[in-house]
DNA sequence: AGTAAGACAACTAAATTACTAGGGATTCAC
DNA sequence: GTGAATCCCTAGTAATTTAGTTGTCTTACT
């Protein structure tokens, strides 16, 4: 059940650019700085994010990626999608096939359908805009540092 | 995000016992027969059930499998733990370190947060009873046929 | 004793994940 | 119009995880 770290790192370059919203691209070495990864890794992630039209490129000395779309109307819900390629938790119940055709004796589809359905009332609902409003503030109230998430912990 | 097939085995066969429930065991090519999967296969799983004292074994002829509690005491979050190492869908907000040392600069961890909170609400509160329950009478309003949900989609 | 069951360990094939490497195409600045 | 900065694209790869299989051993009912 655990979410890649493509999703992790996009999803942050995602939010980095709705920071930089309106101030123009942002190039990868930036982005990638950000996070600490390396720009290689990344570059295929926002080419993911472009391609499903949440990012746009401009190319050539001081280019880069910006949202093609205000933060506040795109869902966390359609950069995970383009990251994960689903956000289903098992494919009997993804947006694309609601039904299985062994539903009516699946004993664990209403567990699977009220899961994925809380999931994506969160993924839905919570917008980019949001995370980069929650983020920049709490920047703002001290202990700035990088924006890693990715140690290991036993 | 995808829930492995262990858990998925693993969390039928636990209803399958569910509905059997103080009725004696059951034999492990009876629950992978119901499934329609190897008993070597599910039979691994259920030892991890049996090591997380969800489930309890008879040996020689006529043993099997039973439930070590009540279905309405056991939470899908607790066999799902055991299926899948974790519930989590990143380290750092697990239930064992809700703490990561760069919370504090990862601009994603609140969206982590709320949608852990909202899964780990459906993993807690709905008991393997309820799923019981509600499968047995689905069977008995019609169709009946084998616990089957695995079809490849596109 | 024979047979029906679970216990356990080891091995493996396939898929996925998380990258790395390297060359190509644009565009800006000078 | 050259050079540097930048995105574009393909391919390869190592490590890990997943999803099993195989085989031997132990236990206990009849």
Tied chains: 1, 2.
Excluded: W
């Amino acid at each position: 059940m655990k979410l890649s770290t493509r999703s992790r790192y996009g999803l942050k370059a995602v939010i980095d650019l709705a920071i930089a919203y309106g101030t123009g691209p942002v190039s990868l070495p930036v982005l990638a700085g950000s996070q600490g990864i390396s720009e290689g890794y990344l570059e295929q992630l926002l080419r993911e994010l472009k391609k499903g039209n949440v990012v746009d490129t401009v190319r050539g000395a001081q280019g880069g990626y910006e949202l093609t779309c205000d933060p506040a109307e795109l869902s966390v819900q359609r950069v995970l999608n383009l990251l994960e390629g689903s956000t289903a938790i098992v494919d009997c119940v993804g947006t694309l096939h609601h039904n299985c055709t062994s539903a009516c004796s699946c004993s664990a589809r209403p567990l699977f359908l009220k899961l994925q359905t809380r999931i994506n009332d969160v993924l839905e609902c919570t917008t980019i805009r949001e995370l980069a409003d929650d983020y920049t503030q709490q920047k703002a109230r001290g202990i700035p540092s990088r924006n890693i998430c990715d140690q290991k912990f036993e």
